[in-house]
């Protein structure tokens, strides 16, 4: 990654903020790990500047955590936390809908707007929904982000789809050292996106509420599968020096 041509400083910044990202999210840069601003610098071939920046950011987003003498690390999130990302989406998203198909009527109408966004977030849905089926835990990760980040564009409201995108990122580090050891990982891969956008293409209420309730359950009984020690976390708690391989 090379800050040649017209990258600016604060694109080169969001460049490498994202490369890491996705180095958290795919497993490679595990919970834990420790390395310095140095470190990926060299990694990236680039100065201090932009990757301590970049760094920051995924601080301040709850994916990182700095040490003054150590340099940062992944963040450790417990499965209590995992708990409580799934109760606070769940809240967000109960009053989110709850608005769009209950405070708004007639509900058919709300959606207009949104007729393009749909043709788009359904996409999304059936490539997630094939993932989650086929285990490809890479594709899924991201389509599942999209799909959501997309569907939230229905409220017009970012501060809510930033807070629920900052709480699904967080979960998928979690979830991700626990998944890529997972037996079983089929039954753990959520898969009901194109369930939840048809209750949405159709306006009902009800079948929305059902999925979003059989979405929340399923991240609960893996939270209570977790807390019984079923998968151990794979490598929980080893901190090791070095950047990303």
């Not at 990302?85 to 109960?94: G, N, P, Q």
């Amino acid at each position: 990654m090379g800050a040649s041509g017209g990258v600016t400083r604060n694109t080169l910044r969001q460049q490498i903020a994202d490369a890491l990202r996705d180095e958290v999210l795919s497993g490679r840069l595990r919970p834990g790990r420790e390395f310095t601003v140095k470190q990926i610098a060299e990694q990236y071939g680039v100065s201090a500047t932009p990757v301590r920046e970049a760094l920051f950011d995924l601080s301040a987003q709850g994916l990182l955590e700095s040490d003054q003498h150590r340099g940062f690390h992944v963040r450790e999130f417990s499965v209590a936390d995992y708990r409580s990302m799934v109760e606070a989406r769940a809240l967000v998203i109960d009053g989110v809908f709850r608005e769009v198909f209950e405070a708004r009527q007639p509900a058919q109408g709300c959606l207009v707007p949104h007729r393009d966004a749909l043709v788009s977030v359904r996409r999304r849905a059936e490539e997630a929904a094939r993932a989650a089926r086929c285990g490809d835990l890479d594709i899924l990760i991201g389509y599942d982000l999209r799909f959501w980040r997309e569907l939230g564009t229905f409220v017009a409201n970012t501060y809510i789809t930033d807070f629920l995108h900052r709480l699904r990122v967080q979960a998928w580090v979690f979830a991700v050292p626990y998944l890529r050891g997972e037996a079983d990982v089929l039954d753990w891969l959520w898969n009901g996106h194109q369930e939840l956008v048809e209750a949405i293409a159709s306006a009902d209420a009800a079948a929305v509420r059902a999925v979003l309730d059989a979405y929340n359950e399923h991240g609960m009984k893996w939270a209570d599968r977790l807390a019984a020690g079923n998968p151990v976390h794979p490598g929980h708690g080893a901190r090791t020096a070095g950047a990303a391989e």
